[in-house]
């Protein structure tokens, strides 16, 4: 099989040219002005833009949660993102605390394998480090390719891990050339203001908010950064949220330390009084909570000036059925809501039209800097010779309404219900194979494939 595509701007994290890009089977083999080469295929991308697969890093399909599921799982999950533009995501295994790490991946390879539509990755949770769990790391960054690990300074009891076992982890990651990732909250602040907040009688969607102020993740990222810069272990801080917090990032970097920081697309766009509206705020319950309005202006400017280097989505959806477990107590309510396939074309047109940031530092912050900070570049993440062939044909101009209406997630609203876009994504190519057109998918189920990830080297 081989395709040409004709004509594109193309768009890298450092480019911007028109050019025709050949490819043969699964990888780009040239990139040039009028290329002569025979194709079965060819695409005009004439008036388009063209540009890497989107990654996001951070997503939950078919998670075990209070007795249920998050709602997509790897077949509705990764089919809606490829029709977001977005060819690769990386989801979470979840230890079992007293449990090994391995049991773990085989249950999430059992739900995962072969019911893939885009390709797909894993970082490893660790929530229960001790003796047993310290020989399995080297084993998942050698063998299985799982690179990243990911640790929890919440949820006590189920997946928090305390500072004794993460700075034992963060030696044994290093050694072993991994990375570890936090969700940064201060888990015992905010037990203790859930546990005020319902003995007060306080049990709305607005409380799930009010008991995660901003103190709760600042205070926790800067904790995590300095265990990090005392074990020199590659760190990385997942749905980064507020000022508070991306300012002990940008503290450190003083000390020589580097700390890589992920937003999500909601941060950056929705703010904290959508919780105002009743039960309805159950939509965006998520944690950490969104922000503040000043909140969204740090995370952009984050984003210029390189103390932010990935938007991801920490994709988490919930039927409005499963949400309502929690109508008589915010505490009750699953966490996470649905973004997997808006990521791409809210990023494109919040950020991009609106002059918010501009159309190489979309590509970075969507694609190319998580291919670097996870292990998969140059495979992953730009259009060069060589490269994988996971591209985005992407209309800059056409205008469209976001809607659970006409969405692919397998969730029965939108946290953007009627949002007006500009930019849509028209054709999708993964591995060298046109997996959209036109809103239709070409591929099969089972197409995507588990990347093994090199260990942490490409650094930014
Ligand atoms: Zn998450």
Redesign the pocket.
């Known amino acids: 099989m081989s395709i040409l595509i004709t004509n594109g701007r193309i768009i890298t994290a450092s480019e911007d040219y028109v050019a025709d890009i050949f490819i043969e089977g699964e990888t780009i083999s040239a990139i040039g002005k009028n290329l002569q080469q025979k194709a079965d295929t060819k695409i005009d991308a004439k008036g388009k833009l063209v540009f890497p697969g989107g990654i996001d890093p ?1 997503v ?1 399909l078919d998670m075990p949660f209070m007795g249920t599921y998050s709602s997509d799982n790897y077949e509705t999950g990764t089919l809606a993102a490829l029709h977001g533009g977005t060819t690769m995501v990386i989801d ?1 295994i979840l230890q079992t605390q007293g449990k090994p790490l391995r049991h773990a991946l085989e249950q999430w390879q059992g739900r995962s394998n072969g019911n893939c539509y885009g390709d797909y990755s894993f970082h490893m949770a660790v929530t229960d480090f001790n003796d047993s769990t310290k020989k399995e790391i080297s084993e998942m960054v050698d063998k299985e390719g799982i690179t990243s690990f990911k640790t929890f300074m919440a949820y006590k009891g189920a997946l928090m891990i305390d500072d004794r076992q993460m700075v034992g982890l963060m030696n044994e990651v290093k050694k072993c050339g991994g990375m570890v990732t936090v ?1 940064a909250t201060n888990g015992d602040m905010i037990d203790f203001l859930i546990a005020k907040h319902r003995g007060e009688g306080k049990l709305s969607p607005l409380y799930h908010y009010l008991s995660q102020p901003e103190i709760t993740e600042a205070e926790a990222t800067g904790r995590f950064a300095d265990m990090a810069n005392y074990t020199g272990c590659p760190a990385y801080v ?2 980064m949220t507020c000022e508070g917090a991306l300012n002990h990032i940008r503290d450190v970097e003083k000390r020589n330390q580097k700390v890589y920081a992920e937003t999500c697309i909601q941060y950056l766009i929705l703010d904290a009084s959508l919780y105002e509206k009743d039960f309805e705020g159950a939509k965006w319950v998520m944690s950490p909570p969104l922000r503040e309005k000043k909140d969204q202006a740090t995370l952009w400017a984050g984003i210029n000036q390189g103390t932010v280097q990935v938007v991801a989505t ?1 994709h ?1 959806p919930f039927k409005w059925e499963q949400k309502k477990m929690g109508e008589k107590d915010f505490s009750k309510i699953p966490n ?1 809501h649905p973004a997997i396939e808006n990521r791409m074309e809210l990023l494109f047109s919040e950020g991009v039209n609106k002059g918010k940031i501009t159309l190489n530092k979309f590509v970075e912050v969507s694609s190319t800097n998580a291919a670097k900070i996870f292990g998969m570049f140059p495979k992953k993440g730009c259009v060069a010779v060589g490269s994988d062939a996971d591209l985005v044909i992407f209309d800059p101009n056409e205008e469209h309404t976001l809607s659970a209406k006409t969405h692919h997630m397998n969730v029965d609203y939108s946290g953007y219900e009627g949002w007006e876009v500009t930019g849509k994504v028209k054709t999708v190519l993964l591995r060298g194979e046109i997996a959209i057109e036109n809103n239709e998918c070409k591929i099969g189920k089972g197409f995507g494939k588990f990347i093994k990830r090199n260990k942490v080297g490409t650094m930014i």
């Open positions: 951070h939950h979470f969700h997942v749905h920490d988490c996470g």
